[in-house]
């Protein structure tokens, strides 16, 4: 991720920032929630929200994959 790209990021979920580029949203999507998986992480309900547009919509073909935190 470019350092400008990053910076807009900032420490914004995916109800409020999005990659630009539509072939890495679905690839962060699959981060996202891989890492929200491992780490037993919550999620609020409008990134939950984002996050089911995505599953249902572009990324329905994502796998995610994820090892549990011990």
């Known amino acids: 991720m470019a350092a400008r790209t990053n910076r807009s990021k900032s ?3 995916p109800a409020d920032w999005m990659p630009p580029s539509p ?3 679905c690839r962060y999507v699959g981060e996202w ?3 929200k998986l491992r780490w ?3 999620a609020d309900d ?3 929200e984002a996050l089911k547009v995505f599953a ?3 990324c329905e073909d ?3 994959r994820y090892t ?3």
């Open 46 to 48: 409008r990134e939950l």
């Open 62 to 64: 994502t796998i995610v």
């Open 23 to 25: 072939e890495a949203q």
């Open 56 to 58: 249902e919509g572009p």
């Open 40 to 42: 037993q992480l919550t």
């Open 33 to 35: 929630v891989s890492t």
């Open 68 to 70: 549990q935190a011990v």
């Open 11 to 13: 420490d914004k979920d």
